[in-house]
């Protein structure tokens, strides 16, 4: 069995595929701001770097699999703290614990992006997404002032999905034996999603969400398309982005394949 760490395990998709996990027997080494083995705020880069630094430390400097799962919705009112912890905070940890990767068994890595990525209308493709891979944070924020909630959110997702797309072929990943891929959830009953929610905008936008085998996801349903992307029957699986949402990209964008 494998020691894996998990961002944002506390709750939600986290948590539910730290159960996974642990229930097949793998050690879980979880980082959260509260419950969590590992308590460190990603959204600012000293709790990047105790979280990395922590991390390693109790794997021994040997990773054999790693969740970037961490963030929060459009609803949160700090906009600059939505692209600080999804993109920067993600970002971060993978490429802080790739080292500790590489020394690992049949080593992968998966980062949770979203399907409000690439949804029509989300208006994803902002300057933000530059910012973002560019690696310039104080650009990222401050762009973030200038765009809705909704934009931050997915534009901070879209980051997140071109840098694994664009990092996993590479010598650094895959030619180091190490897969990287991502999931891209859709509407999931978390307490981030009942945020959304609760939301007096955001409700009712996203109970209008279309979702073709109807009503929302699970966690675990979730936790199950990252515990595959862990393990080795997912072995050519490289630079994927899987979209676990109940068909709502496949009826908004049909013809993207």
């Not at 700090?78 to 690992?104: D, K, T």
Request: charged share 15%.
């Amino acid at each position: 069995m494998g020691t894996i760490a998990i961002t944002g395990s506390a709750s939600g998709i986290g948590a539910a595929t730290r159960v996974r996990l642990v229930r097949a027997g793998h050690q879980v080494i979880g980082v959260d701001v509260r419950d969590a083995e590992i308590i460190a705020d990603l959204a600012t880069a000293a709790g990047r770097e105790a979280a990395i630094a922590a991390v390693r430390k109790a794997a021994g400097n040997r990773l054999d699999g790693l969740v970037a799962c961490a963030g929060v919705g459009p609803q949160t009112e700090s906009l600059p703290l939505i692209v600080s912890l999804n993109y920067f905070g993600a970002q971060a940890v993978l490429a802080g614990l790739r080292e500790a990767l590489a020394a690992g068994t049949q080593p992968a890595a998966v980062a949770v992006s979203s399907n409000s990525a690439t949804v029509p209308g989300s208006e994803s493709d902002t300057p933000l997404v530059a910012a973002c891979l560019a690696g310039d944070e104080d650009e990222a924020r401050r762009v973030a002032t200038s765009l809705f909630g909704h934009q931050v959110y997915a534009g901070s997702k879209l980051a997140l999905a071109r840098w694994v797309r664009r990092n996993a072929p590479s010598a650094e990943w895959a030619g180091a034996g190490i897969r990287l891929n991502a999931v891209a959830p859709g509407a999931v009953m978390t307490p981030l999603l009942q945020g959304g929610l609760d939301h007096p905008v955001w409700g009712p936008a996203i109970r209008g969400f279309p979702i073709p085998t109807g009503g929302f996801g699970t966690p675990d349903q979730i936790a199950a398309a990252i515990t595959f992307l862990l393990s080795p029957d997912a072995g050519f699986c490289c630079g994927s982005v899987v979209f676990v949402d109940g068909g709502t990209d496949a009826m908004l964008r049909p013809d993207q394949y």
